[in-house]
């Protein structure tokens, strides 16, 4: 990510197990693009991101973490809408990629979550996407569903789109 790269970003990515998700793959690396390009953008240079896959019941909730400001919780619903950018937010952007992010997320009957990573001291920006799943009990694609990949290999061998992002 030429982003990535520019800020000297440091991005650790968690997974436990292979979990499928029967989504558009464009439509996921779109989600998870938007979210990281934000943990990127609004970090400080070389900080942490950690990109998180785990299981909460029947549900994989995928989380990004950051090292930034975070996002304070009266503006939490507003980010969402498209255009809208928090005031005196300095990176340049185009307020749609968390109504993006929204979107998908709604179309594939998703729920979106957002708080701080250090919750004392109120910094830190985590936004989770929980998305119903069908686990891969022996850690193979299933075959016999196409169009359903394991998530963390979706991930990984997304499509070269430089653009997808909002
Ligand atoms: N990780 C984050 N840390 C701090 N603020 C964020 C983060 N992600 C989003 N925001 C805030 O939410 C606003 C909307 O985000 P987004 O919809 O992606 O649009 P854009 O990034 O183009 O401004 C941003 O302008 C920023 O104020
Ligand atoms: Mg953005």
Do not use: W
């Not at 919780?73 to 952007?93: H, N, Q, W």
């Amino acid at each position: 990510m030429p982003l990535a790269d520019a800020h000297q970003a440091d991005i650790g990515v968690l997974a436990d197990r292979d979990v499928r998700l029967a989504v558009d793959e464009v439509e996921l690396f779109t989600l998870v693009r938007n979210l990281v390009d934000n943990a990127i953008r609004y970090s400080p240079e070389g900080g942490a991101i950690d990109l998180a896959i785990g299981l909460e019941g029947d549900r994989v909730v995928l989380t990004c973490s950051d090292a930034g400001p975070g996002i304070p919780p009266d503006e939490r619903i507003k980010v969402l809408e498209p255009f809208y950018r928090t005031p005196g937010t300095a990176s340049r952007g185009s307020g749609l990629g968390l109504s993006i992010v929204k979107t998908i997320a709604d179309r594939l009957a998703g729920d979106i979550r957002m708080g701080y990573v250090d919750q004392i001291n109120k910094v830190g920006a985590r936004v989770s996407v929980s998305l119903p799943v069908q686990l891969i009990s022996n850690g193979t694609a299933d075959s016999s569903r196409p169009g359903c990949r394991p998530f963390n290999r979706a991930a990984e061998g997304a499509p070269e789109s430089p653009d997808v992002a909002e």
